[in-house]
């Protein structure tokens, strides 16, 4: 699947260079936003890859992509702070989450917020979906946004370096990455499974 999407981008290589760090910033907002729309996987080694054409500056694209991820992850983050935690509380129950989950998660994020979003940019799946549960979370935006920012920060530069330092062949290395997303895919499904599954029997985790 990665290798088809990074020969539909590589095709658009001109777009990309065409459309400069301004394109590059709202790309790199919408990989965010739209959570796997646009993989980072695929965008970000297209980018190296233009730097190692000379297009682009290694550094200057490094900057521009960690701001605009860090800006679509804000965003991201405040649209389930408000109106997300609004719907939650008032139509959880439909989706089996309860206001004592909610209340459970918002503890969570108090003492763990930090290491959660922080640590969860390096899992698989974790890291396109940090900010929701934060977002429900109320977690502090300028506490979400630092460790945001410097989680995020060593997985861009990985995936820009392998597009500028391997070109074409880094769809091949990203396709390892691609089994540990989906390992990490077929784990989300298990827990959502048994989480379904103990709420159903009324003897959920957040009640023990």
């Known amino acids: 699947m990665y290798i088809i999407l990074f020969k539909l981008g590589e095709s658009s290589l001109g777009w990309l260079a065409s459309w400069g760090y301004g394109g ?73 989450v309860s206001k004592h989950d909610l209340a459970h998660l918002d503890r969570l994020f108090i003492k763990y917020g930090n290491q959660l979003v922080f640590w969860g940019r390096f899992l698989p799946v974790a890291r396109a979906i940090v900010a929701i549960p934060a977002g429900l979370a109320r977690m502090p935006l300028g506490r979400f946004t630092l460790y945001s920012f410097l989680g995020m920060m060593p997985y861009n530069f990985l995936l820009v370096l392998l597009g500028d330092k391997f070109g074409e062949h880094s769809v091949v290395i990203n396709s390892y990455i691609s089994r540990l997303d989906k390992i990490g895919t077929v784990l989300l499904l298990l827990f959502i499974a048994w989480y379904i599954y103990r709420h159903l029997r009324k003897s959920h985790l957040t009640h023990e």
């Open 24 to 96: 590059m910033l709202v790309l790199s907002m919408l990989d965010r936003v739209s959570i796997a729309l646009i993989p980072a996987e695929v965008l970000l080694p297209l980018y190296g890859f233009l730097v190692g054409q000379g297009v682009f500056y290694l550094w200057s694209t490094f900057a521009v992509i960690s701001i605009g991820g860090v800006l679509g992850e804000v965003l991201l983050f405040l649209i389930f702070m408000r109106g997300g935690r609004l719907f939650m509380e008032r139509y959880g129950k439909y989706f089996l």
